[in-house]
């Protein structure tokens, strides 16, 4: 369960911050164009592959980041879920037997790293991040690797594809080891729009 929670929170850290970034072709290019992001909402399908499965694993849901670190992420299908995190809280809840469950032993400590750390990522500052070391490759892709070898019996690499439009992710890649890996597709992007009140800290 510590491992997944780990995992879990890696992965949403890379989303929630890295969504967002406008693109060019140097770390000083990308930063800059990250500075005029304040929102970025979109849909995304999620797939898991394991060399046990014969089929990926898929799941589908919903994305919003409000700068400077307000987060909805919400799975609407096959199994509804849902995480907040607004002013240094973060919660999160399961769809039950026809309404929402917040899970009150769910362990945040992992999550809390991912509040931590979404503002330098969110900037566009690959080179100051201290979990992993960034390398742009080309093909408007980045790959991460973990910076403290323990970290890396959990996540071997993680890899980004950055859309043609400004602020907009094509996909993330989570590689947990051999044969296996989570991959992250988003679909119908929108930036800088409005977001609901309440959005980020109401079940709905």
């Keep these: 369960m510590v491992r997944k929670t780990r995992k879990t929170a890696v992965l949403l850290l890379v989303v929630s911050a890295v969504l967002t970034l ?4 140097t770390e000083e290019e990308i ?37 400077p670190g307000s987060l909805r992420w919400e799975y609407t299908d096959p199994v509804k ?22 899970e009150a032993g769910f362990d945040l400590q992992a999550m809390q790293v991912v509040v931590e750390q979404i503002a330098g990522w969110m900037a566009g500052r690959f080179d100051e991040n201290d979990l992993f070391t960034a390398r742009l490759l080309p093909e408007r892709r980045i790959r991460l690797t973990p910076k403290n070898p323990a970290f890396g019996r959990y996540i071997e690499r993680i890899e980004l594809t950055l859309s043609p439009v400004p602020g907009v992710m094509e996909s993330v890649t989570l590689h947990e080891g051999e044969n296996s890996f989570t991959r992250i597709r988003f679909t119908s992007p929108a930036v800088n729009r409005p977001v609901p009140d309440g959005w980020f800290t109401e079940v709905r």
Aim: positive net charge.
């Design 81 to 102: 879920s849902l995480l907040l995190m607004h002013a240094g809280r973060t919660r999160r809840f399961t769809f039950q037997d026809g309404k929402w469950v917040e």
């Design 22 to 25: 406008g693109w060019g072709s």
């Design 31 to 67: 930063r800059e164009a990250a500075a005029g992001v304040d929102t970025v909402q979109a849909g995304f399908v999620q797939e898991k592959h394991m060399k046990m499965l014969a089929r990926p694993l898929v799941s589908r849901g919903l994305f919003c980041y409000e700068a």
